[in-house]
């Protein structure tokens, strides 16, 4: 990322400021879930009894610094073992696309998402937590679904 990029993306943070939020559950649960851009359904999920269930659930808004968490927590956490991705994509980033397509194909020797349409997606992870996502987790694409209940039967 260049200077100007740099600049925009902090003064975003101050105008726009988006928290990073997510909701810690079942800490022996084998189950994540990701709500990409489904602010509603994450506060559904935090709040309800699914919360019980799984270990964690959190949202998704950017193809490069969020997957770099996700990506990180997983390998630090590696208890889980299925990570669902649900909710509405993120519009212009597509965080949940080049999420998968991290998971199909991993990266290039510039850390790029081979096969990802994002606008930026490049990752700070290590190859190797790259390789630990692709082979011990379970993605399961629920992308642009919302409904408690179907996401439900995901989990049971």
């Known amino acids: 990322m260049n200077s100007l990029e740099n600049m925009v993306g902090e003064l975003c943070k101050i105008v726009l400021p988006i928290p ?19 602010l ?3 506060k559904k999920l935090a709040n309800s009894d699914i919360l019980k269930q799984i270990s964690i659930v959190g949202r998704l808004l950017s193809e490069n610094k969020g997957i770099d968490v996700i990506i990180r927590h997983l390998n630090q956490n590696q208890k889980i073992k299925t990570l669902i991705v649900c909710g509405k ?15 199909e194909n991993g990266i290039n020797n510039n850390g790029r998402i081979i096969g990802s349409t994002s606008p930026d997606p ?12 692709q082979n011990e987790i379970n ?4 992308i642009n679904e919302t409904n408690l209940n179907k996401i439900k039967q995901k989990i049971i």
């Open 122 to 133: 490049f990752l700070t992870v290590k190859n190797s937590q790259i390789n630990y996502f």
């Open 89 to 103: 994509e993120v519009s212009g980033h597509l965080a949940g696309h080049s999420l998968f397509k991290l998971y």
């Open 139 to 142: 993605l399961i694409n629920m």
């Open 20 to 38: 990073e939020e997510y909701y810690f559950g079942n800490n022996n649960s084998s189950i994540a879930i990701c709500t990409l851009s489904s």
């Open 40 to 42: 509603d359904l994450l």
